[in-house]
Nanobody, 124 residues
Framework: QLQLVESGGGLVQPGGSLRLSCAASGFTLDSYTIGWFRQAPGKEREGIACISGSHGSTYYSDSVKGRFTITRDNAKNTVYLQMHSLKPEDTAIYYC?????????????????WGQGTQVTVSS
């Protein structure tokens, strides 16, 4: 059974950093594209980054480009989202999801399996 579990969320001050993890079980991560999404209260879900399964290419939304980095550790079957220069507007529940290895952008409808989410709060 395919399962994704996020961790690493928490409370951080503006300008701080966090690293989120997305651990997979039941499948091999590098056979899928893994995306990171977030949803803030009262807002629509936003796709912010993904790493493709077919060739490891990455994509970032404009809102996180230059601040967030997505990486994959095949040995640990885990994808990470390193977040720097965090802003209050980054506050949201962050989800990882798995989609076809051919997917190269984080469009939620193209991802079939989702984790339970981890809360990130950026506040002083």
């Amino acid at each position: 059974q395919l399962q994704l579990v996020e961790s690493g969320g928490g409370l951080v001050q503006p300008g701080g950093s966090l690293r989120l993890s997305c651990a997979a079980s039941g499948f091999t991560l590098d056979s899928y594209t893994i995306g990171w999404f977030r949803q803030a209260p009262g807002k629509e879900r936003e796709g912010i980054a993904c790493i493709s399964g077919s060739h490891g290419s990455t994509y970032y939304s404009d809102s996180v480009k230059g601040r967030f980095t997505i990486t994959r550790d095949n040995a640990k079957n885990t994808v990470y989202l390193q977040m720097h220069s965090l802003k209050p507007e980054d506050t949201a529940i962050y989800y990882c999801a798995a989609g076809s290895a051919l997917v190269v952008v984080p469009v939620a409808e193209w991802y079939s399996d989702w984790g339970q989410g981890t809360q990130v709060t950026v506040s002083s």
